[in-house]
């Protein structure tokens, strides 16, 4: 019989906040950056909930809900500002928001 | 058949962690926002499935409910609304790409090599548990509440006002000048 461990998901999890993390600093559409975030805070609570079932604790899961609410605050308030960018430069590329370029 | 059903949760990982890989791989690359917001569903769906498989029932329900149903519905809307096909994106990756690369290469290279050194499997050491899940008596959802509303009652009031001032700043950013 295979066996699942945490190791299995720690690797899994591992590979998804890679990618995110890449999405993050190297796309320039800003609506591809906020959806790589999510992928990160999902791989975080993937990380949560292996450890919470190894150790049989349930706080890993009280965090992982923690984290997705801290997530879903973070979508609405960065779509918030994806549209006030979107009126200000009539483009989502973040390379045009420059103003604090000194 | 039988290797098949005894084998059954390692299966459906391997499935699902492929297709969570995959699909996030997909929001990554994909040129139009919208391909990419189906892919990003796909992977928080498959992830939803391994939570299931870590008997996480409760937060396997609220991944659908919260990613896939309000997070995804806020970034199609936005995607609709501000209507991309107008706006052709000349280039996917910014100037630095091949840095970045370099240094995500580097951390998992860093990550990777403590992950081999540390020991995380059942030779972790148990810490003094608190909250302790008794699976048979006490589904997880009851587990998740009891444990929510008792014990971490203060942190659950203060995510209810994170919510409120994060509402409140989304208004307050999406409204016209």
Do not use: C
Request: glycine share 8%; proline share 3%; aromatic share 12%.
């Amino acid at each position: 019989m295979l066996a699942i461990t945490t190791n299995h998901y720690l690797i899994l999890s591992f590979a998804l906040f890679s990618i995110g993390l890449f999405g993050v600093a190297a796309r320039r559409n800003m609506i591809t950056v906020l959806m790589s975030i999510e992928l990160i805070l999902n791989s975080v609570n993937l990380n949560l909930i292996a450890f919470s079932y190894q150790l049989s604790d349930l706080t890993g899961q009280i965090f992982a809900i923690f984290t997705i609410t801290v997530a879903a605050g973070e979508a609405a308030v960065g779509l918030g500002i994806l549209i006030a960018l979107f009126r200000l430069k009539e483009s989502t590329q973040l390379d045009k928001a420059t103003e604090l370029k000194g | 058949m039988d290797a098949l059903v005894t084998n059954g949760p390692a299966i459906l990982f391997y499935v699902f962690a492929a297709l969570a890989v995959v699909s996030a791989l997909g929001v990554v690359t994909m040129r139009n926002p919208m391909y990419g917001a189906i892919a990003l569903l796909t992977s928080f769906l498959s992830v939803a499935v391994l939570f299931l498989l870590r008997n996480a029932e409760f937060l396997a329900i609220v991944q659908i409910f919260v990613y896939g149903g309000g997070i995804m519905v806020l970034f199609l809307f936005v995607i609709m609304l501000i209507n991309l096909h107008r706006l052709p994106e000349l280039k996917k990756f910014g100037a630095h790409t091949p840095l970045v690369a370099l240094l995500v290469v580097l951390m998992i290279g860093v990550f990777g090599w403590f992950f081999l050194q540390a020991q995380f499997g059942p030779g972790l050491a148990q810490p003094d548990v608190f909250d302790h899940v008794d699976g048979a008596k006490l589904g997880n959802p009851q587990a998740v509440a009891w444990s929510l509303y008792t014990r971490h009652l203060l942190p659950f009031e203060i995510a209810s006002v994170f919510l409120l001032i994060a509402m409140v700043g989304a208004v307050v950013l999406g409204r016209r000048q």
